[in-house]
């Protein structure tokens, strides 16, 4: 009889510890989740997130700078001359906010250091964004002020009204939008998709299999290697369009302007269907013909040049 208790005591327990350890569990969980708030005029901390966390920064008017770290420690250092930053940061998310206390408001200036992994989201009013060496994805969002990207090894999206757009050393693609400012693009690989209403793009040793350039009034200019497998698109409504390629390229390349020129220096052999009227429609193959390139401009000039030789993506 003695041993039927124990038993039933042993099996008893066994039946309590594992909703026990269960609920400690998601205690511990929660407690990581829940969010820990500081605030302040300034504010210098480190604090701990994991892998595919969010950093969210905002300010009206300032600057935010964002570079890559090793680790799994965010560093935070804010400043806001007249009025308040508030941290709220868990495991897995974190949003910096400032806030005014006399007057308008003042400049505000972050400077965060991320781990890889780590996705970083950055919004103002008036101000410069610069992210440099995140492994991760990056995300900026301003109506005015300069936007700088230096080595980012995620996807980058951008977009801007008036602001200046340079970036360099882009390996997981790139999405970029501006009304008015200029954008210069060096070293990019990835999908790249552009809207650009009138300032002027330029894209340099551009390594991708998918480029699509659109703008109304601003000048396109694109100089990199073509994947045999690629589709570039360019377009403008009354920009000029000029295309650098290398001598090796393999393409088929379709160009149509209403009233500008097209000039090319590789030999053109017109496709059956091609035209040469006043809507200056030409189609022509390089090499093998395996990619596809358009460029299109209503009254702008399209003018394709021979540049050095480079190695082809196979």
């Known amino acids: 009889m003695l041993r039927h208790v124990v038993l039933a005591a042993s099996v008893g327990a066994l039946l309590l510890a594992g909703p026990v350890g269960t609920a400690e569990a998601h205690a511990r969980q929660a407690s990581r989740n829940r969010p820990n708030e500081i605030t302040g005029q300034s504010i210098d901390t480190t604090f701990r997130m994991d892998k595919g966390g969010v950093v969210d920064l905002e300010a009206m008017f300032g600057e935010i700078i964002v570079t890559g770290t090793t680790g799994s420690n965010v560093r935070l ?26 007057g308008g408001p003042e400049n505000v200036r972050y400077e965060v250091s991320v781990p890889p992994g780590i996705r970083v989201l950055m919004h103002t009013t008036s101000g410069r964004l610069s992210a440099t060496g995140v492994k991760g ?27 200046r757009i340079t970036a360099a050393g882009l390996a997981g693609g790139a999405q970029l939008e501006t009304t008015s400012g200029d954008v210069t693009v060096t070293g990019a690989a990835g999908e790249i998709a552009i809207d650009n209403t009138s300032g002027t793009t330029i894209l ?40 650098t390629l290398p001598p090796n390229t393999g393409a088929l390349l379709t160009l149509s302007t209403y009233t500008g020129s097209i000039d090319s220096d590789f030999p053109i052999t017109l496709q059956r269907g091609s035209s040469g009227d006043k809507e200056r429609e030409l189609q022509f193959r390089l090499g093998s013909g395996s990619a596809r390139l358009t460029a299109e401009s209503f009254s702008g000039n399209i ?12």
């Open 77 to 102: 250092r804010a400043t806001a001359q007249s009025g308040r930053v508030r941290l709220r940061a868990s495991a897995t998310l974190a949003t910096v906010r400032a806030s005014w206390e006399r």
């Open 204 to 243: 340099t040793d551009v390594r991708s299999s998918a480029v699509q350039v659109e703008s109304v009034s601003g000048n396109v200019r694109f100089d990199g290697p073509i994947d045999p497998s690629g589709r570039y698109e360019f377009s403008s409504h009354s920009g000029n369009i000029r295309l």
């Open 303 to 314: 003018i394709i040049t021979r540049g050095p030789a480079r190695d082809r993506q196979e």
């Open 137 to 163: 994805d990056v995300e900026m969002e301003n109506i005015s002020g300069d936007i700088e990207l230096t080595d980012i090894a995620g996807l980058v999206s951008v977009e801007t009204v008036s602001g």
